[in-house]
């Protein structure tokens, strides 16, 4: 009997009431591949419900706009466009650098019109820009959704190769890989279009997209906490 307890003793188990054993062991449960499975896929469902939930508020506010001033972005050029979205990442940057805001408007915001601003970039992209607005905010609505959605699909591809490897990342980093995918943006324009192995500008507008969002995303999680 000394011996079964000692055995016991050594696999972590202590006697409660005679009869019934309760095993303390801190040694980690190894954790089975269904289960690990299964845990990535609520994380991706997870993740598709907040990008979702995030272009929505982005969608939101461009339709609000579009019944304030219409599509009067029509009349920009890429490369206005292209400026546009590095002034606003080059602000994002700054505030995190210097944690303070002399504008009582904050990152997050910012990061809200980095996914406007590249949905309108990619309308351009493919309509070309106008001397004056030819689009309804009916017809701008209707492209600007159809954008968002291919973002969302192309997050959705990604994200299952990726692995969620997006939490693991810092805020800081979305902010400087859309600055350097700007900057690629503006060698290509600078080039018009005459590059080696460019994926293309279309390409990194949606990478900024995708960028922006999970940004938004973090944020607001550090805001509910």
């Known amino acids: 009997m000394r011996s079964l307890a000692l055995i016991l003793q050594k696999l972590g188990c202590t006697q409660q009431h005679k009869s019934k054993l309760a095993c303390t062991t801190d040694a980690p449960y190894p954790t089975s591949p269904r289960l690990k499975r299964t845990r990535m896929m609520a994380e991706q469902t997870t993740t598709e419900k907040q990008f979702e939930e995030t272009l929505k508020e982005c969608a939101d506010l461009f339709e609000r ?94 994200n299952h190769d990726y692995d969620e490897a997006w939490r693991m990342m810092r805020v800081s980093s979305y902010t400087d890989l859309i600055l350097t995918k700007l ?33 938004a995303i973090k944020l607001k999680e550090k805001e509910v906490r």
């Not at 466009?81 to 910012?110: H, Y």
């Not at 290509?188 to 969002?213: H, P, Q």
């Open 65 to 158: 706009k579009l019944h304030d001033y219409g599509a009067s972005w029509r009349i920009l050029r890429a490369t206005s466009l292209t400026d546009q979205l590095f002034i606003k990442a080059k602000r994002i940057r700054s505030l995190e650098i210097k944690r303070t805001a002399m504008v009582n408007e904050g990152i997050r915001p910012e990061f809200i019109a980095l996914v406007n601003y590249g949905i309108v970039g990619l309308i351009q992209l493919d309509k070309g820009f106008a001397d004056e607005v030819d689009l309804t905010p009916e017809e701008a609505l209707a492209l600007y959704r159809q954008y968002a959605n291919e973002a969302l699909q192309l997050m959705l591809k990604k």
């Open 183 to 215: 900057q690629r943006i503006k060698e290509m324009e600078d080039l018009e279009g005459d590059t080696l192995v460019s994926e293309g500008i279309d390409a990194n507008y949606m990478d900024i997209i995708n960028y922006a969002v999970f940004g």
